[in-house]
């Protein structure tokens, strides 16, 4: 640890960066593919990682939180759960002086000073690519669209925002009708259980929306389970662009893929390492992603990572 400053329970100096990360949990393929890349790139960096698994609590994470604090930490990163309800803990890790990094995921929080920088996608234009590529799919037809929607877990950052700017390119357009929106918590079994009931409560859904390729993953079962075919009788965009996704959405199963990237390892170790050092970083550090059509996916697929 090098946040040794003569604190009786504080560590060796021995220069080496401890981080402690509160990662969500493990619940979809995008968020394995996140941990593996922090734990590598951790590694990799020579940082010392104290990582704990919040298993979709926020109360976990705020618990981890102060483990890290008493812990004396040199820095701190999270993927908050949720936007709400940081600001007393960020402010107990802000009065002992130990940085904070925003991963993936945003909070609400109005005081910018209570973390260092924040590294992830811009979720709202993910929101927007699956909105206009809806728009064009379905530019020749007459409409009604009828469209469902599974959201991410109720509360977070890119359930906000992907639903966010789907509707701001869709929502005022009347061909475009939202039959159903609801959370399926970025899982598979959510996303399946609850295209069951929109199945069974809408006859005639042209088009899924789901915040990620695991919900959507689901909901093709859940499809195929009511005798429809999924990517034909019902088309799907879905956003990541994980392995599994990737290769429905060659098979056919899937229309379109708004990529959104699991690999913030190498990049949120760069960062640590300058904060820690007392450099200034940009307080907002944005992701390169793409979009994926059927052919696209075949021709990445044998490239994939994750
Ligand atoms: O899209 C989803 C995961 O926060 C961007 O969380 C991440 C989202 C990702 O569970 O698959």
Not at 222 to 247: F, L, R, Y
Request: with cysteine; proline share 4%; glycine share 10%.
């Amino acid at each position: 640890s090098r946040n040794s400053g003569g604190g009786a329970a504080a560590g060796k100096d021995d220069g080496k960066i401890v981080m402690g990360f509160s990662q969500v949990g493990a619940e979809s393929g995008w968020r394995t593919a996140n941990t593996k890349s922090v734990q590598d790139s951790a590694r990799e960096a020579g940082i010392e990682l104290k990582f704990s698994d919040a298993q979709q609590k926020q109360e976990n994470q705020i618990k981890a939180i102060r483990t890290f604090i008493s812990q004396k930490v040199d820095i701190i990163a999270f993927s908050p759960v949720v936007e709400s309800g940081w600001d007393t803990v960020l402010k107990e890790a802000k009065d002992a002086g130990i940085p904070v990094i925003l991963t993936d995921r945003a909070v609400d929080s109005p005081d910018k000073t209570l973390y260092k920088t924040f590294i992830g996608s811009d979720f709202v234009v993910e929101g927007t690519k699956a909105g206009e590529w809806v728009k064009k799919e379905f530019a020749s037809a007459a409409g009604p669209v009828n469209m469902v929607e599974l959201q991410g877990n109720t509360g977070a950052a890119p359930a906000i925002d992907r639903k966010e700017g789907f509707a701001s390119v869709l929502g005022s357009d009347p061909k475009f009708k939202m039959l159903a929106s609801q959370p399926g918590d970025f899982t598979r079994v959510k996303g399946k259980e609850v295209m069951e009931a929109f199945l069974r409560a809408n006859k005639d859904i042209d088009l899924l929306y789901a915040h990620n390729d695991d919900m959507g993953l689901g909901a093709i079962e859940a499809i195929e389970a009511a005798g429809k075919k999924p990517g034909v009788d019902i088309k799907i965009v879905t956003v990541d662009a994980v392995k599994d996704g990737m290769q429905a959405l060659a098979d056919g199963k899937i229309n379109f893929i708004v990529e959104c990237s699991p690999l913030l390892g190498p990049q949120l170790m760069e960062l640590a390492k300058k904060v820690v050092a007392g450099e200034t970083v940009p307080e907002r550090v944005l992701t390169e992603e793409t979009t994926f059509t059927q052919e696209q996916a075949k021709a990445a697929l044998p490239d994939r990572k994750y």
